[in-house]
């Protein structure tokens, strides 16, 4: 038996304070794949795997006090992968939300689906909108799962959305400003992004939250996902506490 979340009682870190805890805090979950292939494992080993990575950073978000986590796990561009492996992806979404719902409505996670996910199947998108509804006024943490997300189409969304409502009259151009842009974004109502981490050792973007991490503390491991744990998720933390975020400013 898995264990279970923290309860909200306990969202104090153990051993005593790390520092200044981010509001909002993204990952780029990378490494699944070189981690089955070191261990001579099929990829969906290496996604079986990161799914408990998953389940290890959700409890240390809500035992730290993170208010919004939000996860990338499949991009627009994932599709350009082997349809088996996007099979076993979809699979193991769909097994996921089946075995873990009821534990995230019970220990107080809202669930959010950014991203284009209604081009997904639509059983699948099915799952998607009865786990946000009912995880709709759960308020210790807001998680926010990425699928066929790219930053780049949710510009262009956002964008086509204000053109039709500049069209209609419903928008003044000249009078648009970044509250307003942020409102069509997928992540409106989201603490601003303190924190962006990726994993594998990789140094990029890769078309994640590009609006959202103009101002984002960027934090780059080589710990693969699949063994990311609290551990990391600290250290990151204590990280950011030594960073000098001034905005531009002096």
Do not use: C
């Amino acid at each position: 038996m898995k264990p279970a979340f923290p309860s909200a009682a306990s969202a104090a870190p153990a051993g005593g304070s790390i520092g200044p805890v981010p509001r909002h805090v993204a990952i780029i979950m990378d490494g699944n794949g070189r981690w089955a292939k070191a261990r001579r494992l099929p990829r969906v080993a290496g996604h079986r795997q990161g799914i408990e990575a998953v389940r290890r950073t959700i409890r240390a978000a809500g035992d730290l006090g993170i208010e919004a986590l939000t996860l990338y796990a499949f991009s627009s561009e994932n599709w350009r992968r082997p349809a088996a492996e996007i099979a076993d992806l979809m699979g193991l979404l769909r097994h996921y939300i089946k075995s873990e719902l009821n534990e995230l409505a019970r220990e107080g996670v809202r669930l959010r689906i950014i991203g284009d996910y209604r081009k997904l199947e639509p059983d699948l998108v099915r799952m998607l909108d009865d786990a946000v509804e009912r995880t709709a006024n759960n308020t210790r943490l807001t998680l926010a799962i990425a699928l066929n997300y790219g930053a780049q189409d949710e510009l262009l969304r956002a964008a086509r959305r204000l053109m039709r409502e500049a069209r209609a009259g419903e928008v003044d151009p000249d009078t648009l400003d970044d509250a307003a842009f942020e409102a069509r974004l997928d992540t409106v109502g989201l603490p601003r992004l303190d924190l962006l981490i990726r994993t594998s050792g990789e140094q990029r973007l890769s078309n994640f939250l590009l609006w959202q991490a103009a101002y984002a503390e960027l934090i780059f491991t080589d710990t693969l996902w699949p063994d990311f744990d609290r551990e990391h998720l600290v250290a990151a933390i204590e990280t950011f506490g030594q960073r000098e975020r001034r905005y531009g400013g002096l």
